[in-house]
């Protein structure tokens, strides 16, 4: 952050804790009439609307979150564990947004004019001023507590549709902080036991967040905290200017992961895999960006396509567990997430919502992050399919905007994978948003075969192994290489028929007039080969420039390299850096476009077979009638 980390002493939180207390005891505040009845209507837990419009009506309400929290269990005198958590949470929130927005005010012109409106009323331009930035301190103060409750509240329920934003007030701190207290204890109300209880504090925090975050523009004395950096290690809380926090720290990982040596087969992905895992602790926290993004080749999205039971699980728990590794060492927070079907709601809009929280944990700028879409063919849907449902509509359009919107920005910080076995299926749009193409295609040679038996059958018995070096073709740099080597001729025959036309009229590519006109051809041949394929190309190919072998060693203490100012860092990874050449170019032309044949091959192959299957059953049931008719069954 720009300004550094500003820390807030625990007695500076503690001198609000009296005052944190009476606002969960009892409040008075002056609320818009919304033509609710308090009362529930009896043998229902809805309320009577009345209808005739109250808008301009402002009334008092008496609020005692901790009655309200209390009544949850009426029939047990002491409060739940999650109870008690919530109330201590709301309380502790309190306290912290007081003494942030006494920190805002120290910040700013406010504690002074505070001092002097004291002595006598300000007046003129000066009473003006001090009016805005307390209503500044009043948004920095509702924020915070907003913020707190949503990253200290734990809960893995789904949102309630029922909890509805706060009636903000921003005359002062204290006004704003009793507005959102308010708004907790209305939406804490319906809660049925203590699950609910958690779930719909959790939403409701989101939601005071949102309504915030519409009225920030009507803010203009917020500006000196935009970049502030706060962090209170004994509640592990987290406030970044105003940018929303993913949440309360992930748990642990609890992952089965692979080492390398595990993952056999697939050499080109699991190449990139450790690539793409040492890239991530390039991140610089302090300045938020990573060096391999300013020099090109950082890999912030890919596909992996391959059939069922090739590795492309195993690659995910390879890639998760070296960056987990990698995150213990340095003492970096790690964030690995799976969006997956189970994530599709049936409510209009939370598909959408869910899928955009995902993208949010994993950007979080204050972690590393990884995310998956496992079988993203199920979860997103192609926008011309109408038979896919609204929810996986909702799912494609936020994956569109995430990876490649008008407002992506690209860190370094994480990265995100698709996984599918049938990536024909996926929406064109959406696919060409992956930046890197990996084929899982799983063990090929022999020596593969033979590796992955003898690694499953584990060591019971007392076979020998004969005549056959263990793991030798695993061996990374040397796969690789034969694994890159192939692409230097198309492996696809659609494209090898435009390679071979390309070779006969211009000869072996010498210059970038040379590969552009390959590009073309390949264009004319596959419609679908589009500006966006010529830039995950180019990205490829810096990304193989980039191809360098970061020492084992910066990795094995975080003071080698992980913990270094982000120049250092950047100045270490040019040191290692060469050019790219016409065979790494061709390559990987090859390689992405062998990628867009192979799926138009495979959903054409899918075409076929359908009218296929259709017209053989046409046959069958024009010949089962013509013996209905002949036994004179076919009008009983």
Not at 127 to 144: D, Q, R
């Amino acid at each position: 952050m720009d300004t550094g980390l500003t820390t807030i002493s625990e007695a500076d939180i503690e001198k609000h804790r009296a005052t944190a207390q009476s606002f969960i005891t009892r409040i008075v505040v002056l609320e818009d009439s919304s033509g609710q009845s308090g009362t529930a209507l009896a043998g229902t837990n809805r309320r009577f609307v009345s209808t005739v419009s109250t808008g301009s009506i402002r009334k008092t309400r008496e609020v005692e979150l901790q009655k309200t929290v209390t009544a949850i269990r009426p029939d047990d005198q002491l409060m739940s564990i999650p109870q008690h958590t919530l109330l201590f949470r709301a309380r502790r929130g309190i306290a912290v947004a007081l003494a942030v927005s006494d920190v805002f005010s120290r910040s700013t012109d406010l504690e002074a004019l505070q001092a002097k409106n004291a002595r006598s009323p300000l007046e003129g331009d000066e009473a003006s001023h001090f009016k805005k930035l307390l209503s500044a301190s009043a948004y920095v103060a509702g924020f915070t507590l907003a913020s707190y409750l949503a990253q200290l509240i734990d809960s893995d329920g789904e949102a309630p549709n029922d909890v509805s934003e706060p009636d903000f007030l921003f005359d002062t701190p204290q006004d704003a902080v009793k507005s959102i207290v308010s708004g907790l204890d209305r939406a804490l109300s319906g809660a049925k036991d203590d699950a609910d209880l958690l779930t719909r504090g959790r939403a409701f925090a989101r939601t005071a967040i949102e309504g915030l975050l519409q009225r920030k523009s009507r803010f203009d004395g917020i500006g000196a905290f935009e970049n502030a950096h706060i962090r209170i290690d004994a509640d592990d809380f987290t406030l970044d200017g105003f940018d929303v926090a993913p949440g309360k720290k992930s748990k642990p990982l609890v992952m089965t992961f692979k080492k390398p040596q595990e993952v056999v087969g697939n050499h080109i992905a699991k190449f990139q895999s450790v690539r793409l895992a040492k890239m991530l602790m390039a991140y610089d926290f302090d300045r938020e960006l990573n060096p391999f993004v300013e020099l090109g080749g950082f890999l912030f999205t890919f596909i992996g396509d391959g059939a069922p039971g090739t590795g492309k699980t195993t690659l995910i728990q390879m890639i998760a567990g070296l960056v987990n590794n990698y995150c213990q060492v340095a003492g970096y927070p790690f964030a690995y997430e799976n969006f997956g079907v189970d994530q599709i709601s049936s409510y209009q809009g939370k598909s959408g919502q869910n899928c955009r929280q995902f993208i949010n944990n994993v950007l979080n700028p204050r972690a590393i992050g990884f995310g998956t879409i496992d079988d993203i063919d199920q979860v997103a849907a192609k926008r011309s399919d109408d038979r896919a449902s609204a929810g996986q509509q909702e799912i494609t359009g936020v994956l569109m905007d995430a990876f490649a919107g008008a407002g992506t920005v690209v860190r370094g910080n994480c990265s995100f994978g698709m996984f599918s076995n049938y990536p024909e299926n996926v929406d064109d749009a959406l696919r060409q948003r992956a930046g890197a193409r990996w084929l899982v295609d799983g063990p090929q040679t022999r020596d593969d075969y033979i590796d992955i038996f003898v690694l499953l059958a584990g060591k019971n018995h007392k076979i020998p192994l004969g005549e056959h070096e263990l793991y030798a073709a695993q061996e990374i740099q040397r796969a690789v290489t034969e694994a890159y080597e192939e692409h230097a001729k198309p492996q696809e025959d659609g494209l090898e028929k435009v390679y071979d036309r390309f070779m006969k009229d211009n000869g072996a590519p010498k210059t970038l007039a040379d590969v552009g006109t390959y590009l073309h051809m390949i264009k004319e041949a596959e419609p679908r080969f589009t500006g966006r394929a010529i830039k995950n190309v180019t990205d490829a190919i810096k990304m193989r420039a980039m191809d360098i072998e970061l020492p084992d060693e910066w990795f094995e203490k975080p003071e080698a390299f992980m913990h270094k100012g982000y120049d250092e860092k950047k100045a270490m990874i040019e040191e290692l850096r060469g050019p790219f050449s016409m065979d790494m170019v061709m390559q990987e032309i090859n390689r992405y476009a062998d990628s867009e044949f192979r799926y138009s091959d495979k959903s054409d192959d899918a075409a076929v077979s359908k009218l296929l299957r259709d017209a053989r059953l046409r046959e069958r049931a024009a010949k089962e009638m013509e013996e209905l008719k002949a036994k004179g069954l076919w009008n009983a």
